[in-house]
């Protein structure tokens, strides 16, 4: 991997980890056409894309800044020093309890299908081709369903449960962090871009802690020459995730996710194309 194809990466792990595309998807397919996923070793592929998915995570860190300030200030407050009930405790208190049980399901999931999610199946290009499109067809329904009636405040722990759960189907590759828990946020009622921006945060505990144990399980794949590749592309993601961050949020005020359903059907689309004619190896 040269320096060229690390910034190209980068570029498009920041770029797919927000938008509800799948960045394990297309980093993936990127990676093939390059010719750089190994197949002796699948499992550095796999820490390569979970440790520059720390860049995307610091955009998440700097983007909503203030309001992670915010919440781990008055969850603390409110249930350390003025303990107060859930019920009376203001929103951003509330938020940091609906981002913990909202992570629980992912845990879970994760830890019990480690094996699975770190192996071959993470890099099979037709569970990414079909997942994209498959997902693509649950989010039109959610969008066609959808009330989008509440807001940040409006969401119950009964809500952040069922998001958690969608974020748990994330760990297939191609379905996307993002868009499972935007469409687990659209069947529950959620403005779109308030289902966004509660994705967002509950990403964090998540990506955040698979980045580093990846970073940590992946040092005997990585050489000298590779940590500075690892380096460049973690650096590009976090930048071009803070510009897609911007994007989608004041996107989804406006506009419906159907753009994003189109593409990732016509992505997968490619996808099939691309391996039925032997341009890429699953």
Do not use: C
């Amino acid at each position: 991997m040269n320096i060229f194809e690390s910034i190209l990466l980068g570029i498009i792990q920041g770029l797919s980890e927000f938008l509800p595309i799948s960045s394990t998807g297309h980093v993936t397919l990127a990676g093939k056409l390059l010719n750089l996923v190994p197949q002796d070793h699948p499992e550095s592929w796999t820490a390569f894309i979970a440790v520059i998915q720390l860049g995307t995570m610091a955009a998440v860190l700097v983007y909503f800044a203030k309001d992670i300030i915010n919440i781990v200030k008055d969850f603390v407050k409110e249930n350390f020093f003025e303990r107060k009930k859930f019920s009376a405790q203001n929103v951003n208190a509330r938020l940091g309890w609906l981002v913990i049980i909202g992570t629980i399901p992912v845990v879970i999931i994760g830890l019990l299908f480690e094996d699975v999610i770190e192996g071959s199946l993470t890099k099979n290009l037709y569970v990414i081709s079909f997942s994209l499109i498959g997902l693509a067809l649950v989010l039109a329904f959610a969008e066609k369903i959808a009330k989008l009636e509440k807001d940040i405040d409006n969401i119950t722990v009964k809500d952040s449960i069922i998001i958690g759960i969608a974020q748990a189907f994330a760990l297939i590759p191609g379905s996307s962090r993002s868009g499972t828990t935007i469409t687990g946020g659209l069947f529950l009622g959620l403005k779109r871009d308030v289902a966004a921006r509660f994705s967002f945060l509950l990403s964090i505990p998540a990506v955040l802690a698979s980045g580093l144990f990846e970073l940590i399980d992946s040092l005997d794949y990585l050489s000298e020459s590779m940590m500075t590749n690892l380096a460049v592309a973690t650096i590009v993601s976090g930048i071009s995730g803070y510009l897609a961050i911007d994007f989608l949020l004041k996107f989804l005020k406006k506009h419906t996710t159907f753009l994003f359903v189109y593409y990732r059907i016509g992505i997968g689309i490619l996808i099939l194309i691309l391996l039925f004619t032997n341009t890429v190896k699953p």
